[in-house]
């Protein structure tokens, strides 16, 4: 029985909130910000949202 990805909620928070904003990243840094935190509590497992997404990613805060 597989379980449910940990992350999942602020996957699609992120997609909900950029699809409303014409996909203007720097409109959803709240939920990205969330996103992370997320990732980052549930770094020991093999999250399917999380994969890739802390690679790299520099939101517009991070830019500054």
Do not use: W
């Not at 928070?13 to 997320?38: D, G, H, P, T």
């Amino acid at each position: 029985m597989s379980q449910k990805d940990p992350c999942q909620k602020q996957a699609c928070a992120i997609q909900k909130c950029l699809q409303a904003n014409k996909y203007v990243e720097s409109r959803c840094e709240e939920v990205i910000r969330a996103m992370r935190k997320c990732c980052g509590a549930h770094a020991e497992m093999k999250s399917v949202c999380c994969s890739g997404f802390l690679k790299g990613h520099k939101t517009a805060e991070d830019k500054t």
